[in-house]
């Protein structure tokens, strides 16, 4: 009964300052909205790198040259890899258990060494990312066509102009994949520039995969036509090579073979670097997992910040109602009872500041989903329980923690010292 006789007093004087009410719980409003809107903002690119990774096939290697740094930071690829070494993990002699490697020169999906070019076409252009590859590409990384074809070893042989483009561009150029097929599109990547035939449109695969906004091409096309594509020794290279593995169990036998080979043709120098999708998908867990931890601490500096400022509040009620405390203590209260009326005041305030900040926190995130907000690049957001669970009872917590010290002070008012103040 005491906690209930406390607790409608609390809410009367609530009541009678609303304004003093509205700006103590504004902290714990903003900073568990934060919290829960960038936690969720975290939780979405996660689970939309890990989307575009499986999206990338399955069973997969990627196998890329090293990177070195110069002196000023910059980092940067050799281009190492051959289509000889290409050849040679081809060998189904030595590699029965592929299911095939191909070179690409261009978009890589792994990393973030993608370069953006212009493509135009029908009086149109976009922005795309060129991919030259071969056309065991297709069937390596599980590409589906919804219109035409993909190009074949005869492209390859002729080093013909033959294109492969994604959704997205076939819709911006096009206004959709019905109508690509056959059209001219002309790339202009640095100072080079080629004019390709559509001979095939990729389905959509949505996400943030670069694959809606690729165009695909013979690599012999491309290694023809830029004096980059070839190493010093004359030998054509690429930027990486794909490798699928029949069956996952044969992975790590696949990874530690094709090192292996790999370096002995590489003058026993390690070059390069073999990874799986699943050394991707754990590399971006880890960053993932540190920006969501980096974002929720920033946000959680707001609470704290909220939470001094219900001290505050609270500090300057005490003051003003010394008087009642003192009333209070000559008709029997006692310090515990003083106590429990300025932190219950306090757990009330921030308890309804949560429940504020975690309504607008989820809408902020529902509304974020999907948004690019001019950048081009589009969020999503994932809002979790576990995160809502977390801002709502770390703000608890802090209101809690800061109540604790205007109450016990009140509490230890001298009634006739209370009285006498104005």
Known sequence: MIVLDTLRMALGEFASNRMRTALTML???????????????????????????????????????????????????????????????NDTSQFSYLDGAVGVFGN??????????????NARNTTVFLAAT?????QVRSVK????????????????????????????????????VGQSIRISFGPFSMNLTVVGVMEQRGGASDDDRTVILPLTTYQSRVPFARSTSGAKTV?????????????????????????????????????????????SRKVTRTLTILLGAIAGISLVVGGIGIMNIMLVSVTERTREIGIRKAVGANMDDILLQFV??????????????????????????????????????????????????????IGLFFGIYPAWRASRLDPIEALRSD
Do not use: W
């Not at 690119?45 to 989307?51: D, H, L």
């Not at 071969?134 to 297709?138: G, K, V």
């Not at 921030?350 to 690019?372: M, P, R």
């Open 344 to 397: 219950i005041e306090a757990v009330v305030v921030t308890f309804a500041g949560g429940i504020v900040g975690v309504v607008l926190g989820v809408a902020a995130a529902v509304f974020a989903n999907g948004q690019d907000f001019g950048s081009g690049t589009t969020v999503n957001t994932v809002v979790t329980p576990f995160s809502v669970i977390v801002a709502f009872g770390v703000s608890v917590v």
């Open 27 to 89: 902290g714990i409003v903003i900073g568990v909205c934060a919290v829960i809107a960038l936690m969720a903002a975290g939780q979405g690119a996660q689970q939309g790198i890990t989307k575009e990774v499986r999206g990338l096939g399955s069973n997969l290697l990627f196998i890329d040259a090293a990177q070195t740094s110069s002196g000023g930071g910059a980092r940067f690829f050799n281009l190492t890899l051959t289509d000889g070494d290409v050849d040679a993990l």
């Open 239 to 283: 930027q990486q090579i794909v490798v699928k593995v029949a069956d996952s169990d044969d992975l790590d036998r696949a990874k530690t073979e094709i090192t292996s080979l790999l370096t002995e043709r590489h003058d026993n120098t390690q070059d390069f670097e073999v990874e799986s999708q699943d050394d991707l998908l754990s590399t």
């Open 108 to 121: 890589d999906p792994t990393s973030d060494t993608d370069t953006e070019q212009q493509a135009i076409g």
């Open 145 to 180: 066509l919804v219109a035409g074809a993909f190009f074949t070893d005869e492209d390859v042989r002729r080093k013909t102009t033959s294109a492969v483009i994604g959704a997205q561009v076939a819709e911006d150029l096009f206004d959709g994949t019905e109508n690509a």
């Open 134 to 138: 071969e056309p065991a590409y297709e």
